[in-house]
Each structure stands twice: as C-alpha cells, then as structure tokens.
C-alpha cells in the first residue's frame, strides 16, 4: 500500500508512529499511522484491506505521496519479504564475508554520508542504539556500499572510537527540517520576498482589559488575553474592511468571512489556528474555539482546515517578556498584530499627578501595497479603543 495524498499542496510526510504492526488485520478507512505533513501531525488510513506482512518504512523516515510504505496480503497468503526489491524494515543480519571485506578503519569526524542529499537507509534497531549512543547515523558508513545500516555497523562505528572522536569546528548536530518548518521557512521568505511591510507602534492602557478577565474569572470562566485580543480584532476588522483584503493579481480581495488566526507555539514549531466567522461569535464562544484549537495543536492534532483562511493574524510574545517586536505578515493576510508584555508604568491622572497603570505595547505590520498608512493607523487606533474600552464589545 502506497502513502496516499490527504492534501491539494501534500508533497510527503514524516512517518511519526505506526498504529499497525506486522500480523494486523486491516481494513480499508483504518487508522494506519500518524504522519506529520506541512501543516500538522495527523492520522493517515488505509485505502486498501489486508493482512500486514511487512511494514516498508521506520517511524521517523520521509516518504514521498504514493510512495509503498507497507506490504498487504489476503488472509493465509505466504508471503516471503526476500523475494521484495524494496527494504526491509526489520533487522537485516550482516554477513560475516561482508564484515571482512568492510572492516576497515574508520577515519575520525567522519563526513556526513547522506550529505548528497540521497535518503539514508537504517534499520530501527541501529538507529535507536546510534541514538543511545548520541551519534548521528548519517555519519555511519553501511558494511554495503549504497546499503541499509545495520546493528553491525553502528557497533563497529563505536568500536573503532570514531564516535569519540573530537571534531574541530563542525556540527555538533544535523537536524532534517520537518515539513512544517519547511512551510514556515517557504511562507516567512515568501512574506519577506513580496510584501513591502510597515510597522506602526501604539501603547495602550490593559487596565479595563486585565478588569474584564478579572469579572469572569470570578464566575469561573477562564479567557485568555489573546481571546479578547482575537474578538477584539474581529471587532475592528468590522470597521476597517480595507485590512480584511487580499492581494490576488491585480484585485483587491475583500472578504466577506472575518477569520482571525492566533500563533501558538508548540514543540514541532509555530501553528496558527484560525478562529473562523470571529465576529459572529460572543466572547466566550471565541475563548472556547481557541482553547480547543490550542490544546489540539500543542497535542500535534490540530486539523489542517482548522489553520487556513485566515484574514488577520495575532501574535503575542508577552509571555516572554518581550516588550515590542515587529511580526512578519503570514500571507496571504494584509496584516499582523504583535503584542508585547504588561508593563507597568506611572502615567498622570486628570490632574496630572502620576497614576500606577498597566500597559503594553501592540506593533500593526502592514502590506503596503494593499493599505496605506493612513488607514491603517486609524484601524489600529480603533483596536486600541476596544482594548481600552472592552465593554465595547458587549
């Protein structure tokens, strides 16, 4: 059975675990595997029915679409793996002429072999003592040229104490982008490349907002800040049409769906889940969808429809006390707010003696192509009212 393709823009995948072993019985629409592809780590069925006699790849690996990645067989068919031109997945015993022939001193810091760009072979069981062992596989030379690598190998490689040896300079690890770094990496240059962006700086005052939070937490309703920026936004995207556009060709888009994304940080890199028809939902109901949609992507199971469509994207670094900072505009949006961290400042009161308050600052990076400076001065001036006067959103 072939990997099949789930998505219009799905190229490969990583295979990151098998939910089926050697000896399963299979059925056509069962989970097979979960593989992470551009945009999230999903579950992957089959689309044929069999009998599992051989599983064609190790968890980890990247397989292109349409790629065998494990063999099916009718039930009490004999099936027999060395008649396969296609790897095996399970230990593979090197033979003792080969080793002979093979065993030849190792150089220390030896090359990266699968620097030609050639995908490398190894059998699980190598690769788990290699990564015991805090050694990169790629370096390992297989006792085969063009071969898999095998226990043997990575046993010798350690024997030979080129594991131990220093390096001077080079790597200290060599780490394959996942394919959704490779989407970041692809958008943010994309982004960068097209898009002649401007930032503009405004300080507002969390003291309402911090009071609102406080009002539901004492109902015990729990929202988070970036909830009320994400109805907020929607909020004034109601207002301001102009930056609820995209640029396609020579037309301007303006959108009928306010969908605002929210970046979330995760282990396997940055999400962002979009919260769809923003503005037609009540504050609560915008906390809920993204509390889902957060937890989902930090448990690497976020839908990959849950992270498309957006039309304004937020993004907040305040947690890590990082006061300002200007976002790079995840396209094809015409904008993008970033949030910085509660400060808390003296400013003066109506008679013009200094207050304590709370403030941060909000950074709105543009598409100058799509809205001048102008107009996106006065929707940011208008995001910061609602900051300042949540109750505006009632």
């Known amino acids: 059975m072939a990997l099949p393709k789930i998505g219009v823009n799905m190229t490969e995948a990583v295979i990151a675990k098998w939910l089926v072993k050697v000896g399963d ?35 980890g690996e990247t397989v292109e679409c349409n790629s065998d990645i494990m063999v099916l067989v009718d039930e009490g068919e004999e099936y027999d793996p060395q008649k396969e031109e296609t790897p095996v997945l399970k230990e593979e015993p090197a033979q003792e002429e080969t080793e002979k022939e ?61 594991a131990c040896a220093p390096a001077a300079g080079g790597n200290l690890e060599v780490i394959p982008m996942s394919p959704i770094r490779r989407t970041i990496a692809a958008r943010m240059t994309q982004s960068t490349l097209e898009k002649p962006c401007v930032g503009l700086n405004t300080t507002a005052d969390a003291t309402a907002l911090l009071r609102l939070r406080a009002k539901y ?67 609560l109901e915008v906390s809920e969808n993204l509390a889902g949609m957060v937890e989902d992507a930090q448990q690497s199971r976020l839908a990959a429809d849950a992270m498309t469509g957006g039309t304004f994207t937020i993004t907040n670094l305040g947690m890590f006390g990082v006061e300002e ?19 808390k ?50």
């Open 25 to 59: 019985k299979v059925a056509d629409g069962d989970a097979i595997i979960e593989a992470e592809t551009d945009k999230s780590t999903q579950e992957i069925y089959a689309t044929e029915s069999g009998i599992v006699a051989q599983l064609l790849v190790s968890e």
């Open 102 to 162: 093979a065993h030849t001193p190792v150089a220390p810091a030896p090359a990266r072999i699968g620097s030609s760009g050639a995908r490398v072979r190894v059998s699980p069981l190598a690769k788990k003592i290699a990564q015991e062992n805090g050694i990169d596989f790629h370096i390992i030379p297989p006792s085969v040229q063009g071969g898999r690598i095998v226990k043997n190998d990575v046993l010798r490689f350690l024997e030979s104490g080129a």
């Open 217 to 283: 937490k004492e109902k015990g309703i729990k929202i988070s800040m970036d909830a009320i920026l994400a109805k907020i936004a929607a909020k004034a995207l109601q207002k301001h049409r102009n930056i609820n556009t995209i640029l396609e060709g020579d037309n301007f888009l303006v959108k009928r769906d306010i969908n605002v994304g929210v970046a979330v940080d995760t282990e396997k890199g940055l999400m962002v889940p979009v919260i769809k028809n923003a503005d037609k939902k009540s504050l």
């Open 325 to 343: 900072f200007a976002p790079i505009i995840n396209p094809p949006e015409c904008c993008i707010m970033g949030i910085g961290a509660l400060k």
């Open 345 to 394: 400042v003296f400013v003066p009161d109506e008679n013009g003696q200094p207050k304590l308050t709370t403030t941060f600052q909000m950074t709105l990076v543009f598409d100058h192509r799509i809205v001048d400076g102008a107009p996106a001065a006065k929707f940011l001036r208008d995001f910061r009212e609602f900051v300042e006067m949540p109750e505006l959103l009632i």
